[in-house]
């Protein structure tokens, strides 16, 4: 047993004595701003002091990605929109790119609608915009916001209005990725939306929360 254990224990301190002096001739290098020599071969010289650690892998540049969410849609209550209308459903697909690790700028295709009764709306926004992201190695929340067209349609029998109409849109949005791995994020997303199309004359307003969970994966 002591034959195993005591070359063991020498090769060990060996080791550590030459880590050791391999971190002191670095910090001398350093200090006196002489670039050190390559350290030997098969030894690992320590990273600069201060400097920043290297970015989550799923920040990279130009990183492109697919996203999809369910959720539901809660109408505004004004009087010239969707007063009483009820909770609805809501869901979204898209492509963005990573165009910096604080910065996407993503495409989207969704639809939200709600009802009362027999009465019914239903809103397609075909949006374009941008997130702001604080990096992080598992949670990055961001803020966001885009613009763009928006079809809607809206069938009142109480009110005697069935028609659809085209306008122009946006919105903000709020939420945070959960990394589950390189690749893939689990997302939740609060996201209101501003249009207000005409509709035989009358002039709807449709804006409204979307709150939904989904994920984004990318490629």
């Known amino acids: 047993m002591r034959k195993i254990v005591f070359p063991f224990l020498v090769g060990l301190l060996c080791a550590a004595m030459a880590s050791t002096a391999l971190a002191d001739r670095h910090d001398r290098y350093e200090k006196y701003g002489v670039p050190p020599p390559p350290p030997p071969r098969g030894a690992v010289a320590p990273p600069p ?3 920043p650690p290297p ?3 799923h920040a990279v540049y130009g990183q492109m990605y697919l996203f999809g969410h369910l959720g539901f849609y809660e109408p505004n209550d004004d009087r ?4 009483d209308y009820d909770t609805g459903g809501a869901f979204d697909i898209g492509i ?16 939200y609608g709600s009802d009362r009764g027999s009465d019914e709306v239903t809103v397609v926004p075909v949006t374009f915009g941008g997130r702001l992201i604080i990096p992080g190695p598992f949670f990055e929340p961001y803020v966001g916001g885009g613009v763009g067209l928006y079809f809607a349609d809206l069938d009142e029998p109480t009110s005697r209005i ?4 085209t306008t122009f849109g946006g919105y903000l949005s709020l939420g945070m990725d959960a990394w589950l791995n390189p690749r893939m994020a689990l997302n939740f997303e609060g996201k209101y939306h501003w249009a207000e199309p005409e509709f035989d004359g009358f002039d709807v307003d449709v804006s409204g929360w979307t709150v939904s969970l989904g994920l984004r994966v990318s490629f």
């Open 80 to 83: 010239d929109g969707l007063e």
């Open 162 to 165: 069935d028609d659809s109409d």
């Open 49 to 51: 002091r201060g400097a």
């Open 96 to 111: 963005g790119s990573r165009v910096s690790p604080v910065l996407a700028i993503e495409g989207t295709l969704g639809a």
């Open 55 to 57: 970015p989550p892998t």
